[in-house]
């Protein structure tokens, strides 16, 4: 005699579709959830992950802070505390933040704004110094000009926030290099 098989459930036969529906909807709930935090995690200082600052530069957390490198000019200024020309150009700088900052920068501004360039740094820096040498390569260079707040007192008998070395000056082609360094206290 033959036996009769019986045919599966309906609910056996889709079982396996079930289950593998329910994992493709778990894989792509994880998928979307790990962009959204991969998207976000920079700006939430979250060490590893890079960010954009709202002003351009591209920037890396790490275990203490972050660095910012390379630096747009609205970051120089921003950091810096200084309005530069707009047609200035930065050609390397970085910005390292933990509990205290420091900046570092190199600046070009072309001749034509240089005198411009040179009454900012003049508001936000001071006078220049003469006995503080130039932290720029003065190699054909000629209008060196050297401000800091070496003292440890401004004019209101307060303690100065930040140190600063802003070695300036003009190359043969009529460019004004600036070189900052900046660190807070």
Not at 158 to 164: D, G, K, Q, V
């Amino acid at each position: 005699m033959a036996r009769s098989r019986s045919r599966p459930s309906y609910a056996s036969r889709h079982e396996p579709l079930h289950v593998l529906g329910g994992i493709a909807l778990m894989l792509a709930i994880v998928a979307v959830t790990l962009g959204i935090l991969t998207q976000y995690a920079g700006a939430w200082g979250v060490p590893y992950f890079s960010f954009t600052t709202d002003r351009g530069s591209h920037c890396k957390n790490d275990l203490t802070g972050y660095t910012c490198s390379p630096m747009t000019l609205g970051d120089v200024e921003y950091f810096g505390d200084i309005d530069l020309p707009d047609d200035s150009s930065v050609v390397t700088g970085t910005y390292r933040s933990t509990h205290d900052y420091q900046i570092e920068a190199v600046i070009e501004v072309p001749g034509t704004s240089a005198l411009q360039a040179m009454t900012s740094l003049n508001q936000a820096f001071g006078e220049c110094l003469d006995e503080i040498p130039s932290p720029l390569d003065t190699e054909d260079v000629h209008e060196t000009c050297v401000m800091a707040n070496d003292d440890v007192f401004n004019e209101s008998d307060e303690p100065s926030s930040r140190l600063y070395l802003i070695g300036t000056g003009v190359r043969t082609d009529g460019t004004r290099i600036i070189g900052m360094m900046i660190k807070s206290r």
